[in-house]
């Protein structure tokens, strides 16, 4: 039974597949006297996978918020083999913004914090170019300039960690940063770091996309947001979207729709993110809805 | 643990909301020895109304399938005053066809039922004219013609009630029917009634929607499938979909783009009956995906 | 021949229709030396009027810029009974911009202004509540507080006039102002009067539109950008969008997944206007691609 | 000034841009005494290339229809080193269908002719397997069943040849083919040689794109029309579309979504094809709407 915004524990976990696993997680809840707001489970059967995102409401709920992960663990999860993540519906997230010299997507993310539409805390931005440092003040942000050479980037890249850490960041979103990440940086931030690609991916991988776009004469652009991995362009999708072109769209009108496209499929795997909806496996996600 | 096309019980089900339900519905599948394929809810807090689509493997589920439900019946749906209804997967549903004189929606339905798209029987085909008799006799189906008048509309309603009743019809597709269905087909096929409005509903209820279209100027048209109830165009809605138009689409031109929203939404609405996807609730429906 | 970012002169033009009109205006340009970079026409046969969006490069034209309008009514317009509008490539448009409680379309139209996506000026917000000051200020643009009530309406509504006066205005957006605009800004900026509606117009017209569009079921939800006329949400439709909804999206949801259809639409529109791409004949608009 | 469904004649024609195209064109129809319903031109900057499309009223045209072209070389084409074709309204091209064992793009393109939507004959169906006899025969269609082995496949080819000449066969249309087409073939079918594949090009070219799909985790899936080259799924591109795709849609869901996809972005292709609206030029297609 659902009343609206009460506080609430958020479950995702994944494990092989096997009988009996929603009936032993619905009684987990009750058993406890919780009641479950949300429920919703996959399973992939080309992997044999069980996936599940279960929300209940904390209110009447048996156990203390700090001691439910080790009774489920305890309960559940050993015995089955689940991989699992335990969030509450008003934890607060820390989000840092990499940006280069487009603003289009920083000014949307940021709209949307002091607009009130995410629940986060917004404290540092950092950028390989001095471009958007005015955003930055205007919205009172600390801001990092950390141009990026190849003789400085495993440095420059160390410095970011340490911004990171000390502004004990949650979700790194790159908001078209347009430098490769190193492997540090995604190692730290494993599915919480999110990049915006703007191609319908996996075409048009790598630089320059609406150029190639262009090229090949397409009807539709796309853009691509994935959480990052050590391979390209290549990690697990999180959200897709596309406009209609045509021939009158020079490479200028690809860039001026795409805009569009980046600022609105970034802030929908932000948004899936924050809303703990994302279940990554292998190179894909499951995302809940 | 799901490994393809087995046969599988699908339950659908809504009730109060309430503590326990999801343990409850998968302890009664887990304890019979069942292994779920499918698990979904939906609680609507405005209503306090808890829906649900359970799928399970029959395969060494210990309750024999015609007694499956007096025994969900006895065991669960009773406690917790549930409304449910049981199908098994490889039920073959029988379709009958309502068409007027336009054949796009009816070679489209067609052809996805030859094509093996849809394991269903087509044994009937109704219309008020005379002018489609040819495509039914190309695919093998009884065709009769029950033109409507003001005098005759209640004498023609009945036999077609007949009809459906001798063909044992499951479900009525009105594909571009064009006629307005009386109420004792409406009773008879509450839930089993399915048509396709050309517009998306609420805008341009009502007749010559695409006339209406062209004189509000909108930029785009729209096709919705819901189910007949008593109130002209006012059903629970099932699918809808759109089409950007501009300045260009004279009336011809947009009667010649719904044709494809048409087919597309009214394709979808059968598949999404078929699949036992759909809940209806107040005015209202539950696709489960 | 086009090279890219020169100075262009854009005339829009309507007449009814009539032989020989697309020669004579290719004749105008071509004879005094133009060379034509954009070339559009349309017929409405439905009301007989031909509407027409030609754009050539100055440089070698024989007219002087000033001169044009007079030319082209002496030799063409008058001869076919054309109304015309001429513009230039390097204009700079000013925007006043009205708001109410509601950041999100701001936040954006200020993005695209800042980020040197439009070629225009900002200088004056108006809004009937206080809220929003804080974004003018962190922007530098002149906010003006008028609330508005029964018995003040028209009042305020002077001072609005004055201040759009003040500020040489050519461009008033209304977004999510919230407010019934009176007739006479109505009809001192009619076609420069863009507005928002949070529906896919005729559908759920007037207030509350995303309770109404929950309360029917649909399964799309929309917007529509509209030039304000004296008859509320009724006026020429620029722009339309749409996105899918589930049984799962509750009314915030619908807000929330409305506010991106909003932002977007509104920018649609107003970019259309700025780049002198919109006709308006009666109740529909010719939107040139 | 149009009056609705009269004879006409289109021009498609491309060259060089350079001035007075506009003025040189309209004004060669004018002085013949032609009223101009359609008029689009496009100039591709990139390329210094000026494209249009020129719709003309025959009632009145002092030049009798088969003169037309000539004429047109004579007073505009050969000065300004034009590429043309003419076209008139009341053609009835005479369509080729390659299949192979999928009967929807088959059945939605035979459903297209019979209900009248387009103004063709369709003589001939050829295959690589036996399957859609029973389809074409339904129909009335000749069926010429010719299998393709690494050996016979030069000597098929020559038999395809010959039964497109025999049928005098103005465009081919590979629905579903699933067959590499020769260079015989493609050389005497040039820009009449309309393919559908079942991926948004360039992403997944070649076999099996939806398992590459559903590999790589997309959230969005599509499907491209192109002309035939000798390179495979890399011609000029005519219309694509896509649709969202989730976590739950295995490969055999996405061949299913797929289908609608295929059928409407196939026809959509035939569509603008018979209604001479392509100008193709390097990769690159222009349809003008």
Chains 1, 2, 3, 4 share one sequence.
Request: glycine residues 8%; negative net charge; hydrophobic residues 45%.
């Amino acid at each position: 039974m659902s009343t609206g915004p009460q506080r609430t524990a958020i479950l995702l976990a994944h494990c092989p597949d096997q009988r009996g696993l929603v009936a032993a997680v619905g009684d987990f809840v009750a058993r406890h006297g919780g009641n479950i707001v949300y429920f919703d489970q996959h399973v992939d059967d080309s992997q044999g996978v069980f996936f599940m995102r279960v929300e209940w409401a904390l209110d009447g709920f048996s156990i203390a918020p700090e001691a439910i992960g080790g009774t489920f663990a305890d309960e559940i999860a050993g015995h089955y083999g689940m991989t699992w993540r335990l969030h509450f519906s008003d934890e607060r997230p820390r989000l840092a913004l990499f940006v280069s010299r487009l603003p289009h997507c920083l000014y949307d993310l940021l709209s949307r914090w002091q607009g009130g539409e995410w629940a986060v805390d917004i404290p540092l931005i950092v950028s390989n170019h001095e471009d958007l440092r005015p955003v930055a003040e205007r919205f009172g942000i600390d801001y990092h300039c950390l141009p990026i050479t190849p003789e400085n980037k495993a440095a420059q890249e160390a410095r970011e960690l340490e911004l990171l850490r000390a502004h004990e960041i949650d979700l790194v979103v790159l908001a078209r940063y347009m430098q490769i990440v190193g492997p540090a940086l995604i190692g730290a931030y494993r599915e919480r770091l999110i990049n915006i690609h703007h191609s319908f991916l996996p075409a048009f991988a790598g630089a320059r996309p609406y150029h190639a776009a262009h090229a090949r004469g397409v009807k539709i652009i796309g853009a691509t947001s994935h959480y990052v991995t050590e391979e390209l362009d290549a990690g697990p999708i999180i959200a897709q979207d596309v406009t209609p072109v045509t021939h009158r769209d020079d490479v200028d009108e690809l860039v001026r729709k795409g805009r569009d496209l980046e600022r609105l499929v970034l802030a929908q795997a932000v948004h899936a993110h924050l809303q703990r909806k994302i279940l990554s496996y292998g190179n894909r996600t499951v995302i809940f809805d």
